[in-house]
C-alpha cells in the first residue's frame, strides 16, 4: 500500500507538473530537474538512504505507469540512475550474504508450535494474534484484517487475503499447513476478530502501526527462549511469522522428493499471476533470501534418523498439502525396517569385525550371513575353548543399521551395532553372547570351507614355524632380517601416512581461503574431519594436537598453524561442522587421492 503523504504529493505535485513538460530538449532537462527535486522532498521527510528511498521510487512509479501509461518518456526520467540500481543490489546481496552465513538453529520446534497453542487459547486479542501468525505464518494486518481460513483438511486451509499483491487481476487463494489443527486455528480467527472487530476495516498500514508493537511484544516475551533472533536483529515477531513457521512446516510436512525452497514458496503464497483467466499458480523463488534464516538442528534432526523433511506425513493419517500430494504418490515411502542395538566391548567389536571381513556385500549381508554360518555351527560338535565373559547392554532402538565410531573410554565402549530384528530374538541374543567363545573354532572352519588363499598372518606363522626349524647362526640372521624388513615397513607406512595427513590439512586450508568461499561452506580442520583422509588418530593428534588414546595431551606440529586459520575464518573447532552433517562429507568437496 502506498503512503497517504506519497499518494497525496503524486496527485497534488507530481503528476499536474508532468503534465506540463514535453518531450523535446529543454522539458527533459526539466524532468531531470523534477526528480532531483522529488527526491530531496524524500530526504528531508526521513528517507536519506537508497535503501529507505527504494519503496518510494517503486510506488511512485507505479502510480505512473497506471495514470500515463507503460511507454510514457516521464518514466525515462523520474528514476534512480544506472549506478544507483547497482549500490542497491549491492546492498541487498551483502545482507543477504551476511544473513545466510548466520543461519540460527531451531532445537525444540514441539515446544514452539505448543507456546503458539498455548497463546491462541488465551482471552487477549494480542495473544491469540501472536499465536495465529505462528501456526499460519501470516503477518498482523492479515491476521487482524484481511485473512480468511476455509478448512481444506485436519491440518490445513485455503487461505485468501493475502497482502504485499500490488493489485493483481485475481485475488490469490492458496492451502497452507498449519501447525495446529485447522479446527483450532479457524475457531481463534474467530475469536480474534470478535475482540477486536474495530481493525477489520481499517488499512494495513494504520494496523501495523497501531496494533504491530502489541503483538511483537507478547513474541518476544514467549517465545525468547526458544528462537534465537536473526543476525543483527534483536526481535522476533517477522521471524516467527515468516521464517521460523516455514522452516518448522518443511520439517513436518514437505515431502522428501520436494525442494524445500519450492515448498516454503508455495506455503507462504509466493507466486506470479498474470493472467486473470490462468487458474493455474505459478511458484515465484523472488523472496528465497527469506528461506535460509533458520534450520532445525542436528540435534532434533538426530531424533528422526537424519530426516530434516516430512517427519509427521502419515502420522495420523496426515498428507502434504494438494499440489504436492502426487510427488508423495510418484515416490512411495519404503517400510522402515525396526532396528536391534546392542552393546559391546571395544575389542570384542574389532574382533567381529575381522570375521565379517570374510563375507561380502554390505554391512547388513555380510553381519546376516555371519548368523547363518554360526547356527549352523552350532548344529556341530563344538570345539572347546577358552570361556570368555562378555558383557551386553542390549537397548532395542528404532534407528539406522550401522556401526557407530569408536568413543575413546577406558573400559566400556558406548559403541553400539544395530542389526535387523528376526523373529527369535532370543536365540539371536544367544548366539551373540557366544561370538567370543566360538571366535577361534569359526576361523579355522571358516577358511578350510571357504578355501580361501592363505592371510599375511598365516604366513607369518608359516615363517615363524620354519624359523624354529633352522639352528643356532641361522636362526638369528633370519631373525635380524625379519626384524629389519619388519621396522623399514612401520617407518614407511608412517611417513606415508604424515605425507597424506599434512596433503589434507593443506587441502582444507586452501578450501577455507578461496575467495568467495560462504562462511557455512568452510570446515573446520579437526579428528573427524581427517579421520576422512587418514584413520590413525595418533597420527592426527601429533599433527593438530589434542589428547591422545592415554589421555595425555599432545602438542601437535601444526597446533599453532591451524588455530590461527580458524581464528582467521571465526571457525569455531568444536561446533561449525555442524552445519555438514546429513548434507556432505568432507572428502565430497576437498580430494587428495590423485595428489
Known amino acids: 500500500m502506498t ?16 503534465k506540463k513538460l514535453k518531450d523535446t530538449p529543454k522539458g527533459r532537462q526539466q524532468a531531470e530537474a523534477l526528480n532531483a527535486q522529488i527526491r530531496q522532498q524524500w530526504h528531508d521527510r526521513g528517507s536519506k538512504t537508497l535503501l529507505q528511498q527504494q519503496g518510494l521510487m517503486d510506488d511512485t512509479r507505479r502510480i505512473l505507469k497506471n495514470e500515463l501509461g507503460e511507454e510514457h518518456w516521464i518514466l525515462n526520467y523520474i528514476k534512480f540512475t544506472t549506478e544507483e540500481y547497482t549500490e542497491i543490489n549491492s546492498l541487498k546481496q551483502k545482507r543477504v550474504s551476511d544473513r545466510n552465513e548466520a543461519t540460527q538453529q531451531i532445537d525444540q520446534p514441539e515446544a514452539i508450535v505448543a507456546e503458539a497453542v498455548r497463546l491462541m487459547e488465551l482471552p487477549n486479542w494480542d495473544c491469540i494474534a501472536a499465536g495465529l501468525a505462528v501456526v499460519t505464518g501470516r503477518r498482523v494486518a492479515e491476521i487482524l484484517s484481511t485473512a480468511k481460513f476455509e478448512k481444506k483438511s485436519q491440518w490445513s486451509v485455503m ?3 493475502a497482502l504485499k499483491r500490488r493489485g493483481e487481476p485475481v485475488e490469490l487463494a492458496f492451502e497452507i499447513p498449519t501447525l495446529a489443527t485447522a479446527d483450532r486455528v479457524i475457531k481463534a480467527l474467530n475469536r480474534l476478530r470478535a475482540e477486536l472487530p474495530e481493525a477489520v476495516h481499517l488499512e494495513p498500514r494504520e494496523i501495523n502501526k497501531k496494533y504491530e508493537s502489541a503483538v511483537a511484544a ?3 516475551r514467549a517465545f525468547a527462549k526458544l528462537v534465537p533472533t536473526r543476525e543483527g536483529e534483536d526481535y522476533l515477531y517477522t521471524h516467527l511469522f515468516r521464517a521460523v513457521y516455514a522452516t518448522i512446516a518443511t520439517f513436518w510436512y514437505c515431502p522428501p522428493s520436494v525442494n524445500e525452497t519450492e515448498f516454503k514458496a508455495a506455503i507462504q503464497g509466493h507466486y506470479a499471476i498474470r493472467e486473470a483467466k490462468d487458474e493455474k499458480l505459478q511458484r515465484s523463488l523472488a523472496a528465497s533470501r527469506h528461506y535460509s534464516d533458520y534450520e532445525i538442528s542436528d540435534r532434533e534432526v538426530s531424533h528422526y534418523n537424519g530426516k530434516r523433511k516430512g517427519i509427521k506425513l502419515g502420522v495420523g493419517g496426515i498428507e502434504p498439502i494438494e499440489q504436492f500430494q502426487q510427488a508423495m504418490e510418484l515416490k512411495p515411502q519404503k517400510p522402515r525396517r525396526e532396528g536391534t542395538t546392542y552393546r559391546m566391548w571395544k575389542d570384542d567389536k574389532r574382533r567381529l569385525g575381522q570375521l565379517l571381513e570374510r563375507f561380502e556385500g554390505t554391512q547388513q549381508e555380510r553381519f546376516h550371513a555371519f548368523l547363518d554360518q554360526l547356527e549352523a555351527q552350532q548344529n556341530q560338535p563344538q570345539v572347546e575353548s577358552a570361556s570368555t565373559e562378555t558383557e551386553a547392554d542390549i537397548p532395542i532402538q528404532s534407528q539406522a543399521v550401522e556401526i557407530q565410531p569408536e568413543l575413546d573410554k577406558p573400559e566400556l565402549d558406548g ?3 544395530t542389526t535387523p530384528q528376526v523373529s527369535k530374538v532370543d536365540q539371536l541374543i544367544e548366539a551373540i553372547s557366544q561370538l567370543v567363545e566360538v571366535q577361534k573354532a569359526l576361523i579355522p572352519a571358516l577358511t578350510q570351507e571357504r578355501s580361501t588363499p592363505p592371510t599375511k598372518a598365516a604366513k607369518g606363522r608359516k615363517q615363524l614355524t620354519q624359523q624354529s626349524e633352522l639352528t643356532g647362526q641361522d636362526k638369528t640372521e633370519q631373525g635380524a632380517e625379519i626384524n629389519q624388513r619388519e621396522g623399514s615397513r612401520q617407518r614407511t607406512g608412517a611417513a606415508e601416512t604424515g605425507d597424506r595427513l599434512n596433503k589434507a590439512i593443506d587441502a582444507i586450508i586452501e578450501y577455507n581461503n578461496q575467495p568467495g568461499r560462504k562462511h557455512q561452506e568452510k570446515w573446520a580442520i579437526g579428528i573427524n574431519t581427517l579421520k576422512a583422509f587418514v584413520k590413525s588418530q ?3 593428534v601429533s599433527a593438530i594436537g589434542g589428547k591422545n588414546r592415554k589421555g595425555e595431551a599432545v602438542a601437535g606440529t601444526r597446533q599453532q598453524e591451524i588455530q590461527q ?5 571465526q571457525i569455531d573447532p568444536d561446533k561449525h561442522n555442524y552445519v555438514h552433517r ?4 568432507i572428502d565430497e568437496v576437498v580430494n587428495i587421492a590423485n595428489e
Request: hydrophobic share 40%; proline share 3%.
Open 3 to 18: 503512503r497517504k503523504w506519497l499518494q497525496r504529493a503524486i496527485e497534488s505535485d507530481y503528476l499536474p507538473a508532468i
Open 159 to 161: 487461505f485468501t487475503g
Open 218 to 220: 507478547v513474541c518476544d
Open 415 to 417: 559403541t553400539a551395532i
Open 538 to 540: 595418533e597420527a592426527i
Open 565 to 569: 586459520h580458524h581464528q582467521h575464518h
Open 582 to 585: 546429513g548434507k556432505m562429507r
